[in-house]
């Protein structure tokens, strides 16, 4: 790509001064991010701290370094301030796959420190990012990147991320394929509920082929890292599972796993941890800094896997299509804002992750109608209509027009997170009885006061 320079490489914070030394319990390893388990074993002895500079992409005096880890207890993290730490998750095929640098998977993990939630933000690999009036898919930045400059590819990934989503983003980890396996491995393997069967006859090999079919059924399978990785790679299974989203889904079951089998076993002996960075340091890399490491685990070790929520940038209602791309030698096909969308638009959806996190996890069917007659009515409402991902506005089927913004809640308190989320950021007035006319969990029926 020609234009590749407009996205510059982020400036890592420079060191803070030490802060005095507390005792911390180290045994409890992040639950969420399975990439940042993995390169919490750096510090174990004088071989480990040799080759940390191979994984950490940060240029720091190794002694720096480790003094850091063991004097910075306090110091907070990019984000934290706020309540908000959001890291970049890349996995990629690595050597021996078609396209070793093109990023398989780009997730943004959310974690909300003061409410002790998350949510893991899907961004599909195809969707078009624009560089310099130019366009490209966006798992494509990490390996122009890297090409150009040796360790430029997560510094760009994390410009292009922050571009399309509007979120701060100034953590990332990439591994590959291999280290991925590796990892899962290591722990014994994960125990995962399969939420339905599928099977997906178009899964890749390494020679640049197809496996023959990959066919997952409903129910529990313990899974070893090979079997992990079909299972958290696959995109064209039927029964509903070829879509990005559900492929979030399944990444999500395997993070949180992995996250779970680890706190339950002991590996924090120096030469576990030994023989996990000799397997870990050709796959894996990362400009966090082993005392951020510790501190993310510290804000994060009480994360339910009931407060892990999914998101997927994937074609969704009027905000996210599908689309084709053009030039003189091919056809692209390309996820990009739909027609009269802008990447604003998404900022806007994803200015409260976490909230549309809780919207889609409880998949509550909303429905609004529009008793004013006026289209622009609905303007007031855009942020459900893009957010809730089975929100439909119907035609009203009353004759008189509402005074009010009425909300009906038809489901009988089934669905708690929708309705705070309607009640506290909208001004409308509940009813007090069901709306009988229809079958949506819940109905708005806008009225005069949204004009």
Not at 155 to 174: H, I, M
Not at 375 to 389: F, H, R
Request: one cysteine or more; a neutral charge; glycine letters at 8%.
């Amino acid at each position: 790509m020609n234009n590749f320079d407009l996205i510059g490489p982020k400036e890592h914070p420079a060191p803070m001064q030490y802060a005095p030394p507390r005792r911390r319990n180290k045994k409890h390893l992040f639950l969420l991010l399975l990439l940042l388990v993995i390169s919490l074993g750096v510090w174990g002895g004088g071989k480990i701290i040799s080759k940390t500079n191979q994984i950490f992409t940060n240029k720091q005096n190794v002694f720096v370094r480790f003094g850091n880890f063991f004097m910075g207890d306090d110091r907070q993290l990019q984000g934290e301030e706020r309540g908000l730490v959001n890291v970049l998750l890349i996995g990629m095929g690595g050597p021996g796959h078609e396209g070793p640098l093109l990023t398989d998977t780009m997730i943004v993990a959310q974690i909300n420190t003061l409410t002790k939630e998350a949510v893991l933000i899907s961004v599909p690999r195809d969707f078009v990012i624009s560089v310099n009036n130019s366009f490209t898919k966006i798992n494509a930045i990490y390996a122009y990147a890297e090409a150009k400059e040796g360790g430029g590819g997560g510094p760009a990934a994390l410009a292009a991320v922050e571009k399309l989503t509007g979120l701060e983003v100034p953590y990332f980890t990439a591994i590959d394929f291999k280290g991925f396996v590796k990892a899962v491995d290591h722990v014994g393997g994960l125990d995962i509920y399969v939420d339905r069967s599928f099977t997906d006859n178009t899964y890749p090999d390494e020679r640049f082929g197809y496996l023959p079919p990959v066919t997952f059924t409903q129910g529990q399978e313990h899974m070893n890292g090979l079997r992990s990785l079909q299972f958290v790679r696959s995109r064209h299974g039927n029964s509903g599972e070829g879509s990005d989203f559900a492929r979030s889904e399944r990444q999500k079951k395997i993070i949180t796993a992995f996250g779970q089998k680890v706190i339950k076993l002991n590996l924090t002996d120096v030469r576990t941890l030994s023989n996990l960075l000799n397997d870990f340091t050709q796959n894996f890399r990362t400009n966090l800094e082993p005392y951020e490491l510790k501190r993310l685990t510290d804000v994060s070790k009480n994360i339910s896997p009931d407060n892990i929520y999914s998101l997927s940038l994937e074609p969704q209602g009027d905000l996210i299509c599908q689309g084709i791309i053009e030039d003189y030698v091919a056809r692209a096909y390309v996820i990009q804002p739909c027609e009269g969308k802008t990447y604003q638009d998404i900022h806007a959806f994803l200015s409260d992750a976490l909230a549309a996190g809780r919207l889609n996890k409880e998949k509550a069917a909303i429905e609004i109608q529009n008793s004013t007659g006026k289209p622009y009515a609905l303007d007031s409402l855009q942020t459900i209509i893009d957010t809730a991902y089975s929100a439909k506005v119907t035609s009203f089927k009353s004759k008189t027009p509402y005074e009010r913004t009425i909300l009906y809640d038809n489901s009988n308190g089934k669905f708690p997170q929708t309705l705070d989320y309607l009640k506290n950021n909208f001004n409308f007035t509940l009813a007090d009885i069901p709306y009988a006319n229809s079958s949506a969990d819940f109905v708005i029926i806008l009225g005069k006061d949204a004009l």
